[in-house]
Structure formats: structure tokens, C-alpha cells
């Protein structure tokens, strides 16, 4: 079993930048696949990136593309999210997620074996 806990989260200008942390405990990451997710006030949850588990792999939902960046420690066992350029469309609660297989950005299970809880990131305009 993997415990994700995730934080950082919090209010942010628009234009600004934040960075969200994934810490795993119960296993090591090394061998998953790993990503991040955000769900909208009132709509789905949605695929935001991914990191292979060597980090030598990314994919990226085209709305962040260039503003979002995912990297990894495997030794520290810990997942980031950097968010640049924010923008008030990007309010969400933000989840960490793991995967003994491979993350995808297709619903409703996205490939995602260990759900982290949330935190909410808030831009404000």
C-alpha cells in the first residue's frame, strides 16, 4: 500500500507560480509511474501530467503544456509539480497519483493505482 500526501497548495495571483509536493510513504516510488490531477469546482476530474518511473518520460495535458512542470526524486521519494504563469482557470483541488502500471489521461480510471488526497490551488484574477 502507498500513502500520498500532497501539499502546497493555496492562493496565488494570476501570473504567479506555485509549486506542489507529493510525499509517498509505504513504499518506495521507484518502480511507478506517477502523476498529478485536478478537479474543477462543478466539473471532472482531469489529467494535468505525467512522469515515467525513471523521470526520463513526461506527458503533459495540452492547458498546461509550458507552464507545468513534473519531476521527481526517487530517492527522497517524492513527486513536484511546478506551476508557472497561473492562471484563474487553473483553480482546483490537485491530486498526486501512482501507478504499477501506466498513467493515461483517459477516464474514469486514468491507469492510477494509489490516489493521493487533495489540495486546493486557488487563482485569483
Known amino acids: 500500500q502507498v500513502q500520498l500526501v500532497v501539499s502546497g497548495g493555496g492562493l496565488v495571483q494570476a501570473g504567479g507560480s506555485l509549486r506542489l509536493s507529493c510525499a509517498a510513504s509505504g513504499r518506495t516510488l521507484g518502480s511507478y509511474d506517477m502523476g498529478w490531477f485536478r478537479q474543477a469546482p462543478g466539473k471532472e476530474r482531469e489529467f494535468v501530467g505525467a512522469i515515467s518511473w525513471t523521470g526520463g518520460s513526461t506527458d503533459y495535458a495540452d492547458s498546461v503544456k509550458g507552464r507545468f512542470t513534473i519531476s521527481r526524486d526517487n530517492a527522497k521519494n517524492t513527486l513536484t509539480l511546478q506551476m508557472n504563469s497561473l492562471k484563474p482557470e487553473d483553480t482546483a483541488v490537485f491530486y498526486c497519483?501512482?501507478?504499477?502500471?501506466?498513467?493515461?489521461?483517459?477516464?474514469?480510471?486514468?491507469?492510477?493505482?494509489?490516489w493521493g488526497k487533495g489540495t486546493l490551488v486557488t487563482v485569483s484574477s
Open positions: 497519483a501512482a501507478s504499477t502500471g501506466h498513467i493515461t489521461a483517459i477516464p474514469p480510471n486514468y491507469g492510477v493505482t494509489y
